[in-house]
């Protein structure tokens, strides 16, 4: 496959995972595009296992996005390490992982792999695709790239690019990874893996996706054990949890991947007419969801989507959430949310 | 010194500057207390230097703190690095660092080092106490301590307690030096100091000090090369902006003090009454100052210290600073902040 940046790749597996059944007409399939740390598992329990998927709370008979009805989608994005093709994966004709000898990759890559899935599932346009943070701008990408391909599409909690703050975010937490001892410079396959720095770099993940109010209720702020106070220890129970080295997920992400998708996370630009690549109007029916108490992704990057929709007199919606979660609010299935996606996407396929 | 702690610790050097005269009757004293990562030299210039004081936008002639009315003191905190005892002085009897042997200080600690200076000085009772962020909590804590010994108190953009947020924040900053294999748990004062740790805590402070519009401002989003876009480099101004390695505050500032003040500033807690620890309604006159757009110490963080003196039949003003700056809005002398304090402190003298 070739990539935006000129270099190639191949071959590639897209590991993706389906709910609900495809009808004759293959015209009720909707693409679910997931967040930068997540998987294709969107829903459902796998068997012997009780971790539910990421959007479980939006996928499902009755739910948003309602299986009974749907053909719903989600793969793991090129250059992840949840079974497609990325930096950990095996050189072609070698059994040595990649590392950084794995191309950069951008966001529009991540949308041509999944379109070489559509096309192999036979589906010649989308109903819908929809995701949140990195999910929404692959959303955007679709569009860009194949706006005869997708009828509708929901970015949430998203942008057109990324703002310095959003970067730096990003680069600290790059920096925790590379500057870990155990990263050798993505070499890390056969060694220990560099799990403190990637620690590090989930804790910013979760104290920026939350509000500080939310952090309040969440944890009290009682000093562990007072008898400990004239020494150097962990005194709050905040910090107890910001420390990750147990957590799943840095057991079992790939550090490389998190270097490589926020990167392309940080170099996607669609702002400035770019999200209308070819040159028409955009037919596509646009649903923008903002979160009001988001400060990661504040609402007025979402405005800015809608606002570049509506002056190319695309058909955009943005409506913007009073969730007190902040960028995590688009993980929660709230009552609002999911009345408005079901029915944003009920009228596109009863028209 | 007793510490607040049980702990002792002695002797203890205090480094501080002056400007101004100290009028006769010795009423004409103003303390500012410097934020975690400042010293001692608040304004003007040493002799063969071109580095300004932290606070010089606030203290000269005709400023805010009008030196040709005030006796303006700054002194280096405790535990800090800059001619003040901390971790990086040497332990007494010996030539070596106090290093993680340095008990754990806090902000009374701070407070009552200064009352010894304060002393020697030979005031018996302060103009005034200002400081923004942990100069904030100094000033809280003088008149929690000695309210009798304050005239008047400006705390900025500062918090009666860190939230979780806050606290989290300061946590990730300690986790990258503790991390970086050159902190050898302290003891690194003769070899390498854990300069790449410091750079992240540094980087941490200078992103949550500014808002993300400021940030937008101040850098362009430019590729720097992108001849290089398929390599994985730092493609954007902000990231070498934040690769702080060959900072003048990385490669002098002693990381252990930064452990140690940012504890300190974490295990401060004023709230819930204990800002009266006398039993008394406070005497002493407030200007509390927060800024609109501060979202790591958020103007709410402000409003309750005003509520909390209100409730105490305290005299207490409060108010909010419509500053694009962010946190940094403190540290710059903007005419509406400049304006409020001068004539706050000149009522209290000219009384």
């Known amino acids: 496959m070739p990539l935006e940046s000129g270099e190639k790749l191949g071959p590639i597996t897209i590991a993706y995972e389906t709910y ?10 909707i693409l679910l595009l997931h967040p930068s740390t997540a998987d294709a598992h969107a829903a459902g329990l796998h068997e012997g296992s009780n971790e539910t998927g990421w959007w479980d709370c939006m996928v499902g008979p009755g739910k948003a996005f309602d299986t009974r009805h749907y053909f719903v989608i989600c793969s793991n994005v ?20 990649y590392g950084l000898d794995f191309p950069v990759i951008s966001v529009a890559d991540m949308v041509n792999a999944q379109r070489h899935l559509i096309d192999f599932l036979g589906i010649e346009k989308l109903l819908c695709v929809a995701g ?74 979760n104290i920026t996706f939350m509000t500080d109010r939310v952090m309040e209720e969440k944890f009290t702020r009682r000093l562990k054990d007072p008898a400990e106070s004239a020494k150097f220890t962990d005194d709050f129970e905040v910090e107890g949890y910001t420390k990750y080295r147990n957590d799943w997920f840095v057991k079992h992400f790939d550090p490389n991947s998190f270097l490589y998708l ?22 596509t029916r646009f649903l923008v969801v903002g979160f009001l108490t988001d400060w990661l992704y504040p609402p007025y990057q979402s405005l800015e989507i809608a606002r570049e929709l509506k002056s190319r007199k695309g058909d955009a919606t943005y409506c913007e959430i009073n969730s007190k979660y902040g960028h995590n609010a688009f993980l929660i299935g709230a009552e609002e949310i999911t009345h408005l996606i079901r029915h944003f996407v009920q009228t596109d396929i009863f028209w």
């Open 78 to 97: 090129l250059g992840g390490c949840y079974g497609s093709t990325g930096p950990s994966s095996a050189h072609p004709g070698t059994t040595k992982p």
């Open 20 to 29: 609900g059944l495809l009808n004759k007409d293959k015209s009720n399939a």
């Open 262 to 283: 926020t990167k392309a996370m940080d170099r996607f630009d669609l702002s400035r007419g770019k999200l209308f690549a070819s040159g028409r109007p955009v037919r």
């Open 132 to 205: 949140g943070q990195m999910g929404g701008m692959q959303a955007l990408a679709w569009v860009a790239l194949y706006p005869k391909r997708v009828r509708s599409a929901i970015p949430i909690a998203t942008t057109l690019r990324h703002s310095p703050q959003q970067i730096a975010f990003n680069e600290l937490a790059r920096q925790a990874i590379t500057a870990d001892p155990d990263w050798h410079k993505g070499h890390y396959y056969s060694g220990n893996r560099p799990e403190a720095g990637l620690a590090v770099a989930r804790m910013i993940n």
